[in-house]
């Protein structure tokens, strides 16, 4: 399975991005998808995720109400709609995808590479 993620950029705070996550060499709705971060200097933290069917989803408390993770399996994709964001969101946002739905990065098999996301104050 290859993870393209995109849609990062430089926003100002209260901004809106929408990221995604094209999936590819296996159908996407085998897999729970995740969103992480990591910001520089600090460990990779979850973000939100979702199970197959869209079914179950959960968030970290700090985007909580603030952005929406979705997902198209029959265009393969997932997307990452953030909203009102933050200077303290800013990190490389990395899709991952999985069997077992998890917040730990570790329960998850494949990454992609990750997107960018700068927001200013």
């Known amino acids: 399975v290859q993870l393209q993620a995109s849609g990062g950029g430089l926003v100002q705070a209260g901004g809106s991005l929408r990221l995604s996550c094209a999936a590819s060499g296996r159908a996407n709705s085998d897999y729970i998808m995740g969103w992480f971060r990591q910001a520089p200097g600090k460990e990779r933290e979850f973000v939100a995720s979702i199970r197959r069917a869209g079914e179950r989803i959960d968030y970290a408390e700090s985007v909580k109400g603030r952005f929406t993770i979705s997902r198209d399996n029959a265009n393969n994709t997932v997307y990452l709609q953030m909203n009102s964001l933050k200077p303290e969101d800013t990190a490389v946002y990395l899709c991952?995808?999985?069997?077992?739905?998890?917040?730990?990065?570790?329960?998850?098999?494949?990454w992609g590479q990750g997107t960018l996301v700068t927001v200013s104050s």
């Open positions: 991952a995808s999985g069997r077992y739905y998890s917040r730990v990065s570790g329960a998850y098999d494949y």
